[in-house]
Structures are given as C-alpha cells and as structure tokens.
C-alpha cells in the first residue's frame, strides 16, 4: 500500500499574540499588587481571556509550527493564569462559601514556588532566543520570587511591591516584543531591534 505524505500547513508565528496578552495581564494584574487599583473582580476578565486564552492559542499554534519552547512557555503560563483565575473566584465565594472557607493561600504560595521553578528553566532556555524574550522570563522569575515570599508572610511589604513592579517590567517588556514581532514582520525589516545574543 502506498504511504500518503503528512500535509503540512503553513501557521504564523504566534509570539506576537501570546506577548500581547502576557502584557495586558500583567498591566492589569500589577496595578492591584502596586495598590494603584483595588479588588480582583474586573482582573479577572484579563486574566482567563488574555493571560490565559491568548496565550493557549499561540501555544496552540506553535505546536503545529513545532516550537517547543514556545508551546511550553505561552501553554504554560496560559494554564497559570487560568488556575490564577479560578483560584480568585473561590476565594471571593464565586463559586459557594464551602470553597471559598476552605480556601488556604499557603497553596497558592506552594503554586508560585512550583512556578518559580518552571520561570527559571525557561529563563535559561531563553538564552536560546533574544534578549527581549529573557528580559520578559527573568522578570517573571522575579515575580514569582516576590509572589512566594509575600504569600508566606515573609517581608510581606517589600516583596509584594517587588512582585508588583517585576509584573510591570514584565508587561512593558512583553508590549514592546509584541510590537516589535508584529511591525518587523509587517515591514519585512528590523526596525524594532529583540536583540540577538
């Protein structure tokens, strides 16, 4: 019998897509742990359909283009802001007050240490790509360094607001390699440098 040939079909490089929603999560997001903003109820939008959705379709389509390092990265950080998601519903009663009593933010805190973990294997897998994409991965280490600490109670103070202008780095960084992708692309030149290592 004769062997038919796999079809491969042609899909865009999703990292624009997947950084744009990385960026307007973590806008969103920082501005309740800077106190600039309060309450999660109006993060939460941003959070499943930015953080979470954006990031799981270009984890999606770079699994057909067979980037590994962009299928775990956007796929796994979509993932995390969906468990982020879900976790502040229960904790707000959302979803009924024997969830929301049962609620216990030292396993959220075990959530950011599982990962930190993963941002800094990422972080050095980045070294692989561009200086913008290991900005953005090192801020988010930096993150969830802040996330871990200030959800055990530890220097409660400083590294919330370490947390909170590491997530701000991290949107700033992800807005320009998002605009850089989308415009050198469009232009079919660097003008927007990533940085080559």
Same mark, same amino acid.
């Given at each position: 019998m004769e062997k038919k040939e796999a079809v491969k079909y042609s899909v865009v490089d999703p990292t624009s897509l997947g950084l744009?929603?990385?960026?307007?999560? %973590? =806008?969103?997001? +920082? %501005?309740?742990? @800077?106190g600039w903003t309060q309450g999660l109820s109006l993060v939460l939008p941003w959070a499943i359909f930015l953080g979470a959705f954006a990031q799981l379709a270009a984890?999606?389509? #770079? $699994? *057909?283009?067979?980037? =590994?390092f962009g299928f %775990?990265?956007?796929g796994g950080?979509?993932?995390? &802001? @969906?468990?982020?998601?879900? $976790? &502040? =519903? !229960?904790?707000?009663g959302a979803l009924g007050e024997v969830l929301a009593s049962n609620a216990d933010a *030292?396993?959220?805190?075990?959530?950011?240490?599982?990962?930190l973990f993963f941002s800094i294997y990422v972080t050095i897998a980045s070294l692989k790509t561009n200086k913008v994409i290991f900005l953005i991965v090192l801020f988010v280490t930096f993150l969830f360094i802040?996330? +871990?600490? $200030? %959800?055990? #109670?530890i220097e409660k103070g400083f590294f919330s607001a370490f947390a909170g202008y590491s997530e701000l780095a991290v949107s700033i960084? +992800?807005?320009?390699?998002?605009?850089?992708? /989308?415009?050198?692309?469009?232009?079919?030149?660097? !003008? /927007?440098?990533?940085?080559?290592?």
């Open positions: 744009f929603g990385l960026a307007m999560v %973590t =806008l969103v997001a +920082s %501005t309740n742990k @800077l984890a999606y389509a #770079d $699994s *057909k283009r067979e980037n =590994l %775990t990265v956007f950080f979509g993932l995390f &802001w @969906l468990g982020v998601a879900l $976790s &502040w =519903l !229960i904790k707000m *030292k396993q959220f805190g075990f959530a950011f240490i599982g990962y802040g996330l +871990s600490f $200030s %959800t055990f #109670d960084l +992800s807005f320009y390699g998002a605009a850089a992708l /989308l415009i050198n692309a469009q232009f079919k030149k660097t !003008i /927007l440098p990533m940085g080559k290592f």
